[in-house]
């Protein structure tokens, strides 16, 4: 499931091959993509001959500007964007394809097909569809650290997965921050203390940082997401066996040892 580092990773592909470039031609393959009442003809009117801009990332959400409308895309469980040569033959999940001046597609590519593409016609409706989420994990501070894990007492993975209170992060990223700051995903966020919530802010700060360079949450050797997905998988820090179960309602992975579930 794309998550911030992934996000983050679309983003520079749009940095990188579509800003300054003209869309030149906008084909919609599959309008099952397109989200909010927009229809493929609206869409490509509205981006047919516009210059793409500075691309924007707000958690999971990545913002295609230009001088006028915007393109928001939300990746859902598989989507990416790629860029490929306009010759070259779409691959079989690509649902909209965006040719540019240079002779290069960015292309839109999802499965399943749960997420997909908004249009914003203003700054302002930009802000209203970003409205619900909260602030970007990347760039948190501890005093909005401790403004999401505060209100209403909760599991803290179900706290951290919420994007209304921190935007960003998933299910592979928050196993990962909570293996690193040694805490059991199912620790309720009213029995944290302030040693705790420090842990989380620099095990948070590290993972990203890290997951953010490599443009996904990269399975080391030395990481949890290295190990999750092995049969008897162990933990890289104990070596004690790996626990699995579903906490948030998520597939969740943690070291029973140095992650101890909580009293009572």
């Known amino acids: 499931m794309p998550e911030l580092a992934d996000v983050e990773e679309y983003r520079r592909v749009?940095?990188?091959?579509?800003?300054g470039h003209r869309v030149t031609r906008v084909e919609v393959t599959d309008a099952g993509v397109l989200r909010g009442g927009l229809r493929a003809r609206r869409l490509r009117d509205a981006l047919t001959g516009a210059r793409i801009g500075r691309p924007e990332r707000h958690g999971k959400w990545l913002v295609l500007h230009t001088g006028g409308p915007a393109v928001l895309l939300h990746f859902g469980m598989t989507g990416q964007l790629v860029s490929a040569p306009a010759d070259e033959r779409?691959?079989?999940?690509?649902?909209?394809l965006f040719t540019l001046d240079d002779g290069r597609q960015l292309r839109f590519r999802d499965q399943r097909k749960l997420?997909?593409?908004w249009l914003a016609p203003t700054p302002g409706e930009v802000d209203r569809l970003l409205a619900d989420q909260g602030p970007d994990a990347l760039s948190l501070t501890r005093e909005q650290l401790d403004a999401a894990l505060g209100g209403r007492p909760r599991q803290l993975k179900a706290a951290l997965l919420d994007q209304s209170r921190i935007a960003g992060l998933g299910n592979l990223l928050t196993d990962e921050v909570l293996w690193h700051a040694r805490l059991h995903p199912a620790h309720r966020?009213?029995?944290?203390?302030?040693a705790a919530t420090g842990r989380i802010s620099r095990s948070l700060k590290q993972v990203l940082r890290i997951s953010v360079r490599a443009g996904r949450v990269p399975p080391r050797g030395s990481w949890l997401t290295g190990h999750r997905d092995e049969p008897g998988g162990t933990c890289p820090r104990c070596g004690h066996a790996?626990?699995?179960g579903r906490i948030a309602g998520r597939g969740t992975v943690w070291c029973p040892r140095d992650q101890p579930a909580p009293a009572g």
């Open 14 to 19: 749009l940095d990188r091959c579509g800003r």
């Open 90 to 96: 779409p691959a079989a999940h690509d649902r909209v």
């Open 115 to 117: 997420k997909g593409l």
């Open 189 to 194: 966020t009213d029995r944290l203390d302030r």
């Open 242 to 244: 790996l626990a699995h």
